[in-house]
């Protein structure tokens, strides 16, 4: 069975600020990891996915995020936030192609002026 | 760019009522699912489909729930007798599922509001 974990439900943080959003999963098996964002109304777009290779992987919107396979983490960074990146965030696994996903919790992004 | 369309946006129900949520998933796809997001939780997949046939189903999908492609392009998700515990917003979504053994990524349609009063 797979879980996600996203530690922080919501993070408040200012306008062109840095921002880290933290996702751990547990698995039995190889994971694909993916992060998707909802915005006000919205369904679920992805911003970038890990299923194999480097372990650094770039998105859309500036987004990044890494996989540690040690720590079993993909946390989501982005050096500079727009208030246009106020959504919700959700960290998501799979374990093959045509599998479900399993979602985290969400966390909720406030940029502030 | 193609996307994953969803019909009704909302939908208001009397407990008892049969639903029928649609979806038109992106038309070269060959997997298709159904997720639900209850106010304040998690979403949770509901249900996979590839082949004309359900390939994958969770413990939230009982008897009340059935799946169709009735046709070449429409998804549908039914609930025989709807439970005030079905209100969620319900998701479609639909992949090219392998690709080299690879997973594709799943493409969300923006939701169903179901509420059942």
């Known amino acids: 069975a797979q879980s996600v974990t996203q530690l922080d439900s919501q993070v408040p943080v200012f306008e062109e600020a840095p921002v880290e959003l933290r996702c751990n999963y547990s698995?039995?098996?190889?994971?694909?990891l993916f992060w998707y964002v909802q915005y006000p109304n919205q369904g679920l777009q992805l911003l970038l996915k890990?299923?194999?290779?480097?372990?650094l992987v770039k998105g859309i919107n500036g987004f990044e995020a890494e996989f540690n396979k040690s720590q079993t983490s993909f946390h989501l960074r982005k050096p500079s936030v727009h208030i246009s990146d106020t959504a919700e965030y959700f960290c998501?696994?799979?374990?093959?192609?045509?599998?479900?996903?399993?979602f985290g919790g969400g966390t909720r992004v406030l940029v502030k002026p | 760019e193609p996307e994953v369309t969803q019909t009704p946006s909302h939908q208001v129900t009397q407990m008892g009522q049969e639903v029928i949520l649609r979806c038109v998933p992106i038309?070269?796809?060959?997997?298709f699912y159904w997720y639900r997001q209850i106010l304040g939780q998690k979403v949770e997949f509901l249900v996979s489909?590839?082949?004309?046939?359900?390939?994958?189903k969770s413990e939230i999908f009982d008897d009340q729930f059935s799946v169709e492609r009735p046709d070449g392009s429409n998804f549908t998700l039914k609930i025989r007798s709807t439970k005030l515990e079905d209100s969620a917003m319900y998701f479609c979504?639909?992949?090219?599922?392998?690709?080299?053994?690879?997973?594709?990524?799943?493409?969300f349609g923006p939701g169903t509001r179901l509420l059942v009063l």
């Open positions: 489909f590839y082949n004309n046939e359900i390939s994958e």
């Open positions: 998501a696994v799979s374990g093959a192609a045509g599998n479900k996903l399993t």
């Open positions: 698995s039995s098996v190889s994971v694909y």
């Open positions: 979504a639909s992949s090219d599922g392998l690709a080299g053994g690879v997973q594709e990524t799943q493409y």
């Open positions: 890990y299923l194999s290779g480097s372990t």
């Open positions: 038309s070269n796809h060959l997997y």
